[in-house]
């Protein structure tokens, strides 16, 4: 299995501009984690979903992030418009469901800048 | 919910020495405590992880030891070597749960050659 797959592994964009990162969590898998993360803050939640459905998104910093799930592959983190303050490393980890699973399967990252 | 707390931020040791990391955690109800590793520029992974119905658990160099009455838990790796460089986070949870994750806040382990 090729693991988490995110895309872009970098991305810089400019104050007020839409970003999306991508994520295809490990086939399998039922849970979908979005993390961020800075020296600041350290390692967030941002959101998770269970079977493509959002379950806690209370994390989420502000109405400029949304995030989908349309199928059982693909999750994308949107931010419009984007900040400076949103720079960070996002990363993207699933795992599977079951009773005696908990460990998370992270992706590489996205690393995003925003001029 | 969960609050988790690491400490150091930072650790620096010499090649062969030992390295401690330790967490505390504040939910009695937590009976998962995995450890992360993160190398520059990967996302974290799993090394090591613990439940409560253990005091300790070893692989090889890596060994986790938890306290329940105190709520902490701590990361041990001996006869360090240049690859332990990365930052390592702990984490607590309720194992088989719905309940994910809570993190630390990461300590930057660096072995000096």
């Known amino acids: 299995d090729a693991g988490v797959i995110q895309s872009p592994r970098h991305e810089v964009t400019e104050m007020g501009q839409e970003v999306t990162l991508r994520c295809k969590p490990i086939s399998g898998h039922d849970y979908l984690f979005w993390y961020r993360q800075t020296m600041m803050r350290g390692l967030e939640l941002l959101i998770y979903f269970n079977n493509n459905v959002p379950i806690d998104d209370s994390g989420m910093p502000e109405d400029r992030f949304s995030a989908k799930m349309p199928n059982a592959s693909f999750s994308t983190l949107k931010i419009q418009p984007s900040e400076p303050r949103d720079s960070a490393v996002y990363f993207c980890?699933?795992?599977?469901?079951?009773?005696?699973?908990?460990?998370?399967?992270f992706g590489p990252g996205t690393r995003l800048t925003v001029l | 919910g969960e609050n988790v707390e690491q400490h150091p931020s930072t650790l620096s040791v010499q090649e062969g020495d030992s390295a401690v990391i330790k967490c505390t955690y504040s939910?009695?109800?937590?009976?998962?405590f995995p450890w992360y590793k993160q190398e520059l520029g990967k996302g974290p992974q799993l090394i090591i992880d613990?439940?409560?119905?253990?005091g300790e658990k070893k692989d090889q160099r890596i060994a986790v030891t938890l306290n329940k009455t105190a709520k902490h838990f701590s990361l041990h790796i001996t006869e360090t070597q240049p690859e332990d460089s990365a930052v390592y986070f702990c984490?607590?949870?309720?194992?088989?749960?719905?309940?994910?994750?809570?993190f630390g806040s990461g300590t930057q382990l660096t072995v000096l050659p």
């Open positions: 980890a699933s795992r599977p469901t079951g009773g005696s699973y908990n460990e998370q399967f």
């Open positions: 984490a607590a949870s309720i194992f088989g749960s719905a309940r994910q994750l809570t």
């Open positions: 939910d009695s109800a937590s009976n998962y």
């Open positions: 613990i439940r409560s119905n253990v």
